[in-house]
């Protein structure tokens, strides 16, 4: 059963750099049959589409975003990661990584997702 | 970029009641549309892919279709688990884009 499991500080200061890891269980992140993405929902807000990466390291981002975000994939750990910098009271929500059905189009959807977890920013 | 339209923001229905969600495409994305469940202070679960293909295990009362740019998310009758907020993503391009959500409340 594959498993995602979003980390990283809960608290980030504004104009830092706010840093999550994505672990995935039972399942390689080096497989070429998925990207791996994130999402984020501020609190009582919708759903925001980040970016995708593929185990080469591949990226697409959100536009909105671009300026200031970064993925990477660290294969030896079976993990991906993201940054976001310069960071304000508006990027303030709950991170989801999750993992596409298949890299196809037709099959690009999020059928797995972490648990997301809560990062405040505030100083 | 593609946006996507979703509609009503919110709606309030009676169990056993029939409810349509609609998601319109700025532009036209085939059937590269997905439909999300978030219940609230859960993660969201796939319901829809495809437009109308129904994820396995989800109640058969869910139906999705449309192609191109308008799509529909039905529940045939709605029941109390349902409450939730239901999401649609296009993602036939990047960059794969959320509606703005459809909360559903029973009445």
């Known amino acids: 059963q594959l498993q995602l499991q979003e980390s990283g500080p809960g608290l980030v200061k504004p104009s830092e750099t706010l840093s999550l890891t994505c672990t995935v269980s039972?399942?390689?992140?080096?497989?070429?049959?998925?990207?791996w993405g994130w999402v984020r929902q501020p609190p009582g807000e919708g759903l925001e589409w980040l970016g995708i990466?593929?185990?080469?390291?591949?990226?697409y981002y959100n536009p909105a975003l671009e300026s200031r975000l970064t993925m990477s994939v660290d294969t030896s750990k079976n993990q991906f990661s993201l940054n976001l910098y310069s960071v304000t009271a508006a990027d303030t929500a709950v991170y989801y990584c999750?993992?596409?059905?298949?890299?196809?189009?037709?099959?690009?959807?999020?059928?797995?997702w972490g648990q997301g977890t809560l990062v405040t920013v505030s100083s | 970029d593609i946006q996507m339209t979703q509609s009503p923001s919110s709606l309030s229905a009676s169990v056993g009641d029939r409810v349509t969600i609609t998601c319109r495409a700025s532009?036209?994305?085939?059937?590269?549309l997905a439909w999300y469940q978030q219940k609230p202070g859960k993660v969201p679960k796939l319901l829809i892919y495809?437009?109308?293909t129904l994820e396995s295990g989800v109640p058969s009362r869910f139906s999705g279709s449309g192609y191109g740019a308008d799509f529909t998310l039905t529940i045939s009758s709605l029941q109390p688990e349902d409450v939730a907020t239901y999401y649609c993503?296009?993602?036939?391009?990047?960059?794969?884009?959320f509606g703005h959500g459809t909360k559903v409340e029973v009445k």
């Open positions: 039972a399942g390689p992140i080096s497989s070429s049959s998925y990207y």
């Open positions: 990466i593929y185990y080469s390291g591949t990226t």
């Open positions: 999750a993992r596409t059905e298949g890299i196809a189009e037709s099959n690009q959807y999020f059928r797995h």
């Open positions: 532009q036209g994305i085939s059937n590269s």
């Open positions: 495809a437009a109308s």
């Open positions: 993503q296009k993602y036939n391009l990047v960059p794969w884009t």
